[in-house]
T-cell receptor, first 113, second 113 residues
């Protein structure tokens, strides 16, 4: 199947530092979704990006979709301990199926207070 | 209160036994999904269903079976043929109309002894 690569796999920051995770695909994406999973919890939808070059903000979170629609990023400004968790990107399905998502392996963010 | 429920939260079984994990949603969603999550891994799709009485294999369907007799319910059976069944199992649903955000249940952590 078609995959997405997420980097880094782990990131540890001091509270107040910024954080960025990247999601890369070798093929063009029709859209990309981002999810957050708190430790011991379940993934929760954050956002969906559809347009080339799109930038969306949610408070301290900034999501970008690359111009070529092959990569995306999530940037958190001034991290807080509540940001701890694993951030996943998910790409649209392959093979003509519009219902499948393929998830990246995620970036685990830990924040030192 | 709308959402997805999975039960039980923790499940222990002896090797060689089949076990069925339940998933119920009252969101009136057409599409439902089962994922498996292993430590440090992303979510891997086991089975998905776009509509009642229809389902398709995901990326790791071997050793699993599902049914979709009702719109609200999508139970997953982990059979004795699954070689490494110990994992965290997540059920999700979406409206099913194109690429849509997925809503996840709280998950069932299955341990096979």
């Amino acid at each position: 199947g078609q995959q997405v690569m997420q980097i880094p796999q782990y990131q540890h920051v001091q509270e107040g530092e910024d954080f960025t995770t990247y999601c890369n695909s070798s093929t063009t994406l029709s859209n990309i979704q981002w999810y957050k999973q708190r430790p011991g919890g379940h993934p929760v939808f954050l956002i969906q990006l559809v347009k080339s070059g799109e930038v969306k903000k949610q408070k301290r979170l900034t999501f970008q979709f690359g111009e070529a629609k092959k990569n995306s990023s999530l940037h958190i400004t001034a991290t807080q301990t509540t940001d701890v968790g694993t951030y996943f990107c998910a790409r649209d399905g392959s093979g003509g199926s519009n219902y499948k998502l393929t998830f990246g392996k995620g970036t685990l963010l830990t924040v030192n207070p | 209160d709308g959402g997805i429920t999975q039960s039980p939260k923790y499940l222990f079984r002896k090797e060689g036994q089949n076990v069925t994990l339940s998933c119920e949603q009252n969101l009136n969603h057409d599409a439902m999904y089962w994922y498996r999550q292993d430590p440090g891994q992303g979510l891997r799709l086991i089975y998905y269903s776009q509509i009642v009485n229809d389902f398709q294999k995901g990326d790791i369907a071997e050793g699993y079976s599902v049914s979709r007799e009702k719109k609200e319910s999508f139970p997953l059976t982990v059979t004795s043929a699954q070689k490494n069944p110990t994992a965290f199992y997540l059920c999700a649903s979406s409206r099913g109309l194109g690429i849509d955000e997925q809503f996840f249940g709280p998950g069932t952590r299955l341990t096979v002894l």
